[in-house]
């Protein structure tokens, strides 16, 4: 049960830009991953994040550099670095490898959750199938090592062959 001791006249901050700890901690890593994953056009565009400014590409006033030759040194700098994409690269790989054959859902021998087998063929709003949807979810557990699955659907009625 959550207790939440409130002085009188406080409001508790509902506001979606307000993370847990825990999450706040975790989120620079979670960019830095799905970064490396996108590959050189996402490194580049973090500009000093990954890449940071050498000497001669900051401004100086006594060695007579302007803002604006710092920030030309800089950008033709960044253009000429690249980003080997071995991250994406051994996450398909892993992906592939582990998805190499369909995956095999077992239903209930005794038919009760046969009927669960259409939903399968489209598990998702969009129309994904099992396997496609796996593969979704494993890919992000690759990537940044956690995932969240929301379901939000009606509920179902499972009836057997005689209608129970």
């Given at each position: ?6 002085q ?5 901050d ?5 993370f ?118 494993l ?24 209608g129970?």
């Amino acid at each position: 049960m959550l207790k939440v001791d409130l002085q009188l006249g406080e409001k508790l901050d509902f506001s979606p830009v307000v993370f847990h700890e825990t999450y706040a901690g975790l989120l620079e890593s979670w960019v830095s991953c799905r970064n490396a994953y996108a590959g050189n056009l996402a490194i580049k565009a973090a500009g000093e994040k990954y890449l940071p400014r050498l000497s001669g590409q900051k401004a100086h006033d006594k060695l007579g550099i302007t803002d604006a030759d710092a920030d030309e040194a800089y950008k033709d700098y960044k253009d000429r670095a690249t980003w080997y994409g071995a991250t994406q690269t051994t996450i398909n790989a892993y992906r592939s490898m582990i998805m190499r054959r369909p995956p095999v859902i077992r239903y209930s021998p005794d038919g009760k959750l046969a009927a669960l087998e259409d939903l399968m063929t489209h598990i998702t709003v969009d129309g994904q199938v099992a396997g496609d949807f796996i593969s979704t979810i494993l890919q992000e557990i690759l990537i940044v090592d956690k995932v969240g699955v929301l379901e939000d659907f009606p509920k179902m009625m499972v009836l057997d062959d005689q209608g129970n």
